[in-house]
């Protein structure tokens, strides 16, 4: 097959234990404390000491670094959303992806492999077009393809009309692509550490210090951490940290489920996605098939789902990629996304002072890591909204100004 | 899969059912006084405990009736369900 890409052979890092302190306890006081050790509070952590010069920061991590949704995801990384609000906060982040590796120093396999996003029926055709040229207006790079340039790129796709869910064209982003989300994560726990941040693991926040309206510490399993400033990035678990601090958000905590299959030769030398049919898939490194399937219906903390999610997915799947079906499958599992009513983030400040948030990237969240920490830094060090972070504030949900991103970012990413 | 107690027709498997959210979210009564607050409250907000937890669920491939039940949303345990306008049952928690 022409174009295939070739695999990377450079040498795989130890696990990487001795980049942070892993038994490191917590301080008596912080200037800020970041809730959640996943890709989002890490880089937060990150951008705080790099862009800000806030070095006295505390990441604290309920489990171990990277468990949650971080360590779970299918690594889609793009920036073709339709509203400019989203094109300024993912490109931003896809920009700093960019250069990422070299910036602080850490192997992630980043690969800029492009991602395809099918359009099934006349109605999606159109949806997609205008999402296409929304991407234009905001310089955000974008190809429209035809089914039969769609199995140039990528010439396992069954572009046959008599599937059910026949190819009627797609949407390209050339600059998408996909990282190894692990490595992505012990990156920036490397870089934040290296800048004096204190990684603290196995420590849970039960509940916040508040006096007159005003955050002043948090209360953990690990005692009592006083702080200037509190950022909650704790994905799935927002909520419950928002009930313990005395207000609501508008989120919905629900299963996402992914899985895998064993090592394969490469077939797939880019990320295709389907909102229509519920399949999203690119092929790792090594030769696994990583796919991820729809969201369960219903509320959860359990971080699985129910396997009938993952048969229909894999039905789809077989349809549009024939050869798929003589695979087998490896592993399932499932994380918990913290889902908006507009299918956007929610990021900045909070009813209670000198308390923020970053929320809500549901399903689509890891392509936005640099972004997502990169605003939230500026926010938490200047106590007021990034530029960027602006339209995404809690009381969007007031005003009526929704960033409704259902269409682009779909159940997919 | 869940296996869901419908009050008419007994446990079912997950697939005959589909969801509806939070149970006993009523239309507010005084709609035409709202504040912007309160209709972001009765439109965008939910609870989403982590533990127990009233919510709706219709039985579309079956008697096509919805109904309530409580279930753990830590670990999936169902509760007892109950059909609308009946007494609610006390949480299991
Ligand atoms: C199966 C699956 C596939 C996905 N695929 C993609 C994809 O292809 N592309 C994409 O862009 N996005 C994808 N996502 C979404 C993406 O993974 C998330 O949006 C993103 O990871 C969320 O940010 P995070 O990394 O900071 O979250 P997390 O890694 O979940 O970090 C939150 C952390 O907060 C901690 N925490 C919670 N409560 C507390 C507490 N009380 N005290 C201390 N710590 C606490 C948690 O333990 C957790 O480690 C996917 C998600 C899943 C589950
Ligand atoms: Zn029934």
Redesign the pocket.
Known sequence: MANMTRRRTVELPDHPDFLWVAEQKPKKSYDVII?????????TAYYLAKNHGITNVAV???????????????????SNYLWDESAGIYDHSLKLWENLEEEVGYEMFFSQRGVMTLAHSVSDVRSKQRNFYANHVNAVDSVWLTPEEVKEIAPIVNISEDIRYPVMGATFQPRGG?AK?DWV?WGYAKAAADLGVDIIQN????GFDIVNGKVKGVK?TQGDIAANKVGM??????S??AN?AGFDVPLQSR????LVSPLLEQVLDTVIMSGAVHV?VSQAHKGELVM??GTDSYNSYAQRGGFHVIEHQLAAACELFPIFERAHLLRT??????IAPDASPIIGLTPVENLYI?SG?????????PG?GWVMAATIANGEPDALAKPYALDRFISGHLIDEHGAAGV?? | MLHIPCPYCGPRDETEFHYGSEAHVAYPENSANLTDEEWAKFVFIRSNPKGWMAERWVHSAGCRRWFNVWRNTINHEFGPSYKPFTQQPKSPA
């Open positions: 809730i959640g050790a996943g890709g989002h509070g890490l880089a604290i991590e309920k489990g171990w670094l990277a468990g949650g949704n971080m360590g779970r995801n299918t690594t889609i990384i793009r996909i989300h994560a420590c849970e926040v039960t953990t990035v704790a994905a799935g678990h927002t419950v940290l313990m299963p996402l489920q992914a999203y991820g399937a599992w499932g994380g918990i996304v913290d970053n990237w549901g399903t689509g969240g890891f392509k936005a890591t997502s997919a990413h």
